[in-house]
């Protein structure tokens, strides 16, 4: 039987080995949130984990993507966790909801994954999103877009804002309310569906004032600290970073529980 052999070309092979290193490199990163996700466990954390799917090789091979975050999410699971799949520029959003789909189709519902509302597209995308009962974050969005697909002025922004946390709060799942903007926290407290389905979330460290009169007022501000960093740790050498054990092991040390006041959490 005649068999044909197709050789690799020359950009054939500039393509695999340029692909290999950072393949391994995104396997580093899994690698580090899972041991984020056991130490989290081991030292009783108030605490999840967000993540970039770019950290995890979805530039590379969507399928790369996937599978990687798959293996967290269930990882998560395993040690009770959540994990929060963060929304990137504009050019991303459609293989993040396209993944994060896939993962709520296969049964995983740990996962949430995150909105921007200076998008045009974002409350098309909040549609489309509903009949799974997402976990959501809202947030106004900090990459810098054209006003092609973004709006240019921050009062339009805002508007958006606040018709995204109606709409989602008004069709059931879980609505993180993302923002330091007191004026969109009081909309957001003004239509509040409860504990079980909405949240305020607030960056560790930015208006902490207004984050401790919130709580003390009885409402849900988990001040968390979110494990972003750890993978820019992970990617900056193929091989590893030398200290990333170290700086882990620092970072979990500083999520200390006197840092997270005794209030209820969701992710």
Known sequence: MNQRIVWPTT????????TRPHSRAASGVVRTYEEVLR???AERLQTNVALKLTHLGVKLDEELGYTNV???????????????????????????????????EAGHDNVGTVL??????????????LPLQPNLRIVKGAYKEPESVAYP??????????RLVARSISEGGFTAVAT????????????????????LQMLYGVRTQLQLDLVASGKRV???????????????DAAGHPDLGRDVAALLASL????????????
Do not use: C, W
């Not at 921007?116 to 999103?129: A, F, G, V």
């Open 222 to 236: 988990p001040k968390r600290k979110i494990a972003h960093y750890v993978a820019t740790l992970a990617m900056t």
């Open 180 to 199: 330091h903007d007191e004026r969109l926290i009081e909309h957001a407290l003004s239509i509040d569906p409860g504990p079980e389905r909405m949240e």
């Open 39 to 41: 130490r989290i466990e």
């Open 116 to 129: 921007q509302s200076y998008l045009y597209r974002t409350e098309d995308d909040l549609e489309s999103l």
């Open 153 to 162: 002025r921050k009062s339009d922004v805002d508007a958006a804002y606040a």
């Open 70 to 104: 798959e293996r967290l999410v269930a990882e998560a699971a395993r040690h009770g966790n959540f994990i929060r799949i963060d929304m990137e520029d504009s050019s991303l959003v459609d293989v993040t909801l396209r993944i994060y789909r896939r993962l709520r």
């Open 11 to 18: 950009a054939d092979v500039e393509a695999s080995a340029t």
């Open 256 to 267: 200390d529980a006197r840092d997270h006041p005794p209030v209820p959490l969701a992710p």
